[in-house]
């Protein structure tokens, strides 16, 4: 199945955005659907669970307020479709549904309404889901999960599905690029662009790649600023998602080796290749945004969790890392305005060679996909896959200076 | 036992003619109200010793920025943002000043402007739960919020668009004898309902229209009134209740419900009692809403209560004499005061071509600040000829 695509000869529509202002306070819910879930403020106190978001309890005066996940579980108490709106992004989009939601948890939410949903009274499942503005909202979706429930026209507006989509993996020569391309095609998208360097070398799972239907594979090394542009020259404006898993991995810190060489091709790779990337293709996904129902949705980096505290043991792998979800910051703050998602992925150690010596728990590349992909459905902009990033996480969270050492010894 | 409001009477109701769009900023509007109060009670400016100002759109003033704006001196000053319950809220504040002798005459005004895109400036800054909660689903502003009630109130109670229809219908009819409502054309019933769909249940005319306008009258003593030769109202009975109710999990009910024993019982009389009521209308589910809470009949029986009742001037309901904000048009907080003008003309005989037939009592409803999921204000005021 293709999507329509738009004439290419017929102007595109500017992207539009909606509105992102938010309190620092509600910025909370952001924080959360960032990281794929649906937190509301509880109080400390009486255990009171409130929203929208306020700087005190509303039972009790507390200002122990924490964020804690919620099932979601609620009932649609009233619905409406609107007609009519005075923001540019929703007049584009009417007619649209929302629904007035009481939770079991207590609060009455207003939500985005999934057309699946029968009319009130209704149960629902009320997730939280980044919009094109990347802020938080609330979406009301069926209370059981359907096959097509994705393509519901307004949830795809919140999610980066890969679906019916044109991709592009920048390198098919890894493992974790070869699983990814492999969970990608089930997701089905219209084609997946694969990216292998040294062209003249054949690799492991050449054919295998080959021989999946949507797959085109295409010289690319991110290390060479031509080859970039005259790639992004020739597809450019026809991806949808890129997703970066190109990266340069060895195993030193700073006094087990001579020079700087190994560090520098790393950052050629890690950084600079993304940097690459981002000036050659950004642009042209820029200006698709809103591009039809096969619009420029989102670009993914392989980073690591070695780029929230150095691994003295991969030190200048950690370090270019860090530098590179430096640059993939300012890449999201460069995509916002076009609705453009960018999603930063941070495995803990991959199950590959360069993580030989490491010991288990890592992440298999296979799992390592699947999370990307389930990234991009539901819209995520930070992915932390397995076990050990998990733990990361919770550690750097709770305290980064411990991890630090915790590291280090 | 509350203390009555004996000796402080209201007069000299005023309105700035109203108009879609404006240029002139909430000044202008609020500078006409002020001087039309000045003409009709032919009172100079300092003789004007008390004022309470409400406006959305004043900012980034509020009202001590105003009184340099238009030259005052008052020895007594209330900024009163509190949207549609405004007019009910600046009447209690200004009448108890008048008692207490912290003022002697103060002019209630009210008033907003509307550029072509100060209704949408308003709604992405309305409060802070409505930019966090409200306003980044698409809905800005009420209508959502008011399509939810309106869903949900249909469901619970039976209620049919007909019902809501009529509501609107009769206020048209009312509108076409007020010279000053924006709205000048007749309304059938098939018209209403087949207009086209704002926020599903809400028709194009269960939405008021945004507009430019602005209200006043003046809070002074019995004497003093009568002194100046001015027509005046008696003041029985009032309420205000905000953010009542709130773990219902839709608003079917707001603080009249808790507070109209109070009201009544200063006012020494009941919902029987009343020639003609002034609901807030922003949308007619609220008008029902009100109908519910003050007592003219049992929760959820609005819709049969509308139905089995002549809801025009000459009715035997007459219900938002002037035509409401619906057929009016929204100035704004001037919505809040558009009611208390209205039961001021009417309980003075002031109110030619739609004057309710020996008005004695009228009751004076307001409903404001649409925070997040519901409107918070809420207050009531008891008028007498």
Known sequence: MKLKRKNPVLRTRLPTLPPAARSRVALGLTAA??????????????????????????????IELKWKADAGAGELLAATVLHHSNDLFFRERLPWRLGLIRLESGPTVVAHLHARVPAAPAPVHVTARLDRAGQAVLVALPDKETSDMAEDRQLREFSCDPKLRKVLVTDGKSAVGQALVRALAAAGPELIWVGYAEPWKKFAGFDELKSIPQVTLVPLDITDSKNVR????????????????????????????????????EMDVNYFGLLRLAQEFGPAMRSRGADGLASAVAWVNLLSIYALANFPAHGTFSASKAAAQSLAQCLRAEMRPAGVRVINVFPGPIDDEWNQLLLP????????????VKALREGVEDVYPGDVAQEWLERWRDNPKALEKELSS | MRASYDGVVLAAPVTVPYVRYSIRSAHWWLARAFSLLLEKSSLEKCEVDGLTVSSFTLVPDTAIGFTQHIGVSPRWLDHIPLGGASGVVALRRAARA?????????????????????????????????????????????????????????????????????????????????????????????????ARPIAEPLRLFDCVMPCAGAEGFLVLAEDRARAMKLPYVHLLGTIERHNAFSADPVQMRAGWALER??????????????????????????SLMQIEDLGFCAKGEGAAFVRSRSLTWDGDFPLNTSGGQLSAGQAGAAGGFLGMVEAIRQLTGQAAGRQVRAAKRGLVSGFGMINYDRGLGSGAAILAA
């Not at chain 2, 103060?106 to 072509?116: E, K, P, S």
């Not at chain 2, 509108?175 to 000053?180: G, I, K, N, S, T």
């Not at chain 2, 009201?263 to 609220?286: K, N, R, S, W």
């Open chain 1, 230 to 265: 005259e790639l992004a020259a020739e597809i450019g404006g026809k991806v949808d998602i890129l997703v970066n898993n190109a990266e340069h991995h060895r195993t030193f810190g700073i006094g087990n080796r001579h020079g700087v060489e190994t560090a520098r091709a």
């Open chain 2, 261 to 286: 024993e109070a009201l009544y019982g200063q006012a020494g009389c009941g919902p029987q009692d009343m020639d003609f009521v002034e609901t807030y209308d922003d949308y007619p589910v609220i």
């Open chain 1, 361 to 372: 728990p890592k992440v298999s590349p296979a799992a390592l996909a699947a999370a990307l």
């Open chain 1, 33 to 62: 659907a960032a990281l794929g879930r649906f937190e509301l403020q509880h109080c400390m106190q009486c255990g009171a669970v409130q929203y929208p978001p306020r700087e005190a309890c509303q039972h009790c005066l507390s």
């Open chain 2, 98 to 194: 008048v008692q207490a002798g912290d003022a002697e005459v103060v002019a209630c005004i009210a008033g907003d402007t509307n550029h072509v895109d100060s209704f949408r400036l308003t709604l992405a800054n309305f409060s802070q739960f409505a930019r966090d909660a409200v306003y980044p689903y698409g809905a800005g502003g009420p209508n959502a919020s008011f399509a939810f009630l309106t869903a949900y109130y249909m469901r619970l109670h039976g209620a049919r668009p007909e019902d809501f229809g009529r509501l609107c219908v009769a206020q048209r009819a009312n509108a076409l004898r007020y010279p000053h409502a924006l709205f000048k054309k007749p309304l059938s019933l098939e018209e209403y309902l087949s």
